[in-house]
């Protein structure tokens, strides 16, 4: 018993090797694929074999070779389809004000701009935000928008800028594009971005984007706090870092 259940599970194994090995590229013959999964072409091919009959992989009959299917796709579609990611990133959020105690905003980008569609404020904050929900704002001195436009390229980032009315709102709002891009670079760089009284004196926000399975930005969250408690940075940095792999994760990116 246990040696056909170690059997079986070698099996899944190099059957999921070759699936991951075919999804690398756009077609492979059977050599090629038993020389890449380091497997004798008899058990490459009887492996193979089984996944063409389950579907998972396609042979062209033209040329012989074999490439992935689209069913692997259609089921883990199907996980997130039934993913409601409004419900996912408010509950997210919301944690993350309460364990926090500061004000957390969900937004997503709209037309060029950032649309606030949640927003959860500290219990006990002098910090009041004149963001509110429905509300936008500026992708380019938000640290929401930021985190957005970071993953994008610079083209994309370029084209934006060439479209919007860059205003100077505070002393500290960057409306150089040399300057802008290299914020860019840092916020892709660092994994988070940083609106340091940029939007709104006195406030500091901290914002990390998170992508959905189709590796786009979904949408970002931010974490607002008083510039009187910037020593805080680092740890808020850490907690929204983390709060955003989650939910990145929770909609099917890895």
Same mark, same amino acid.
């Given at each position: 018993?246990?040696?056909?259940?170690?059997?079986?599970?070698?099996?899944?194994?190099?059957?999921?090797?070759?699936?991951?090995?075919?999804?690398? !590229?756009?077609?492979?013959?059977?050599?090629?694929?038993?020389?890449?999964?380091?497997?004798?072409? +008899?058990?490459?091919?009887?492996?193979?074999? &089984?996944?063409? *009959?389950?579907?998972? %992989?396609? @042979?062209?009959?033209?040329?012989?070779? !074999?490439?992935?299917?689209?069913?692997? =796709?259609?089921?883990?579609?199907?996980?997130? *389809?039934?993913?409601? =990611?409004?419900?996912?990133?408010?509950?997210?959020?919301? *944690?993350?004000? *309460?364990?926090?105690?500061?004000?957390?905003?969900?937004?997503?980008?709209?037309?060029?701009?950032?649309?606030? %569609?949640?927003?959860?404020?500290?219990?006990? &904050?002098?910090?009041?935000?004149?963001?509110?929900?429905?509300?936008?704002?500026?992708?380019?001195?938000? #640290?929401?928008?930021?985190?957005?436009?970071?993953? @994008?390229?610079?083209? #994309?980032?370029?084209? $934006?800028?060439?479209? +919007?009315?860059?205003? /100077? /709102?505070? /002393?500290?709002?960057?409306?150089?594009?040399? +300057? =802008?891009?290299?914020?860019?670079?840092?916020?892709?760089?660092?994994? $988070? +971005?940083?609106? !340091?009284?940029?939007?709104?004196?006195?406030?500091?926000?901290?914002?990390?984007?998170?992508?959905? $399975? /189709?590796?786009? #930005?979904?949408?970002?969250?931010?974490?607002?706090?008083?510039?009187?408690?910037?020593?805080? @940075?680092?740890? $808020?940095? #850490?907690? %929204?870092?983390?709060?955003?792999?989650?939910?990145?994760?929770?909609?099917?990116? =890895?």
């Amino acid at each position: 018993m246990t040696n056909n259940s170690t059997g079986g599970v070698q099996t899944i194994d190099r059957a999921l090797t070759i699936l991951e090995t075919l999804s690398n !590229y756009d077609n492979l013959s059977l050599m090629e694929i038993s020389e890449k999964v380091q497997l004798h072409k +008899a058990t490459t091919h009887r492996l193979i074999n &089984s996944l063409l *009959q389950n579907g998972y %992989i396609e @042979k062209d009959p033209t040329t012989k070779k !074999y490439r992935i299917s689209l069913k692997l =796709f259609q089921l883990g579609n199907r996980r997130v *389809q039934n993913i409601d =990611f409004l419900n996912v990133a408010k509950s997210m959020i919301r *944690q993350l004000s *309460q364990e926090i105690n500061q004000t957390v905003h969900l937004v997503i980008e709209d037309d060029h701009e950032v649309l606030y %569609i949640d927003k959860h404020d500290a219990q006990q &904050s002098d910090t009041r935000m004149h963001s509110r929900i429905g509300k936008k704002a500026p992708m380019y001195l938000t #640290a929401v928008g930021k985190a957005i436009l970071a993953t @994008k390229p610079n083209s #994309a980032i370029i084209e $934006y800028w060439e479209q +919007a009315d860059i205003q /100077k /709102k505070t /002393k500290n709002t960057i409306t150089d594009l040399d +300057a =802008f891009l290299a914020e860019m670079e840092t916020v892709r760089q660092q994994g $988070y +971005a940083l609106d !340091y009284e940029e939007n709104e004196v006195g406030i500091v926000c901290i914002g990390a984007s998170f992508a959905s $399975y /189709k590796d786009l #930005a979904a949408g970002a969250i931010s974490i607002s706090l008083p510039v009187s408690e910037i020593e805080k @940075k680092d740890q $808020y940095i #850490a907690k %929204i870092v983390e709060t955003t792999r989650k939910i990145s994760n929770l909609l099917g990116h =890895f």
